[in-house]
């Protein structure tokens, strides 16, 4: 009762539209994720995997998330929304963390053993990120949305793109689940894209120049 009453402040603390305890807990389908996974995770180390199997299959059908029940989960983990995450059997995901719908902790389908990240404390993962193998992304860090991620994220740090590039790395900690923001990264492909279009625009410009004056 202690984890799910710690679950659900963080529930209210991180989604502006939860209006009551009451209600995240009656129909907030990630807080039921969790609570299944929960059931089904105890029976997984019980070796009884058909039955952690069915419970996870239930929730996956009840819920729209999928939780193997192999999965190791911290404290004070929210789900906002949760449509279509996919957690893989051998991810770990440390305390307040905070993942949004269509995410996946994944793996690359070669590696044996560890085949699935491990999320440090206060990780924040975006919606459609997917982050696939055997690595950690460090305390702290946030995944932008629809990132792809191969490789280690070291703590503190802002990973975007296909694959994911770090792209910031934070001077001092920063609670990146409770400061949810999605959209406003920097992609330094795209800048070195603008920057070769608007070159290419003057080059364009200059030639015309050019052209004109040999005309007069």
Known sequence: ???????????????????????????????HAILYHRLAHWLYRRSLLFLARLVSQWSRFWTGIEIHPGATIGRRF???HGMGIVIGETAEIGDDCLIYHGVTLGGTGKDQGKRH???GNNVMVSTGAKVLGPFKVGDGARIAANAVVLSEIPPDATAVGVPARVVR???????????????????????ELQALSSRLEWLEQYIDEQARGKNV
């Open 1 to 31: 009762m202690t984890r799910l009453g710690e679950t659900l402040r963080a529930y209210q603390a991180r989604d502006p539209a939860a209006r009551s305890r009451v209600e995240i807990f009656l129909l907030y389908p990630g807080v």
């Open 78 to 80: 929210v789900i906002d």
């Open 117 to 119: 990240p491990t999320l």
């Open 169 to 191: 790395i934070a001077g001092e900690k920063v609670d990146y689940a409770s400061s949810v923001d999605q959209i406003h990264v920097t992609d330094p492909v795209q800048k």
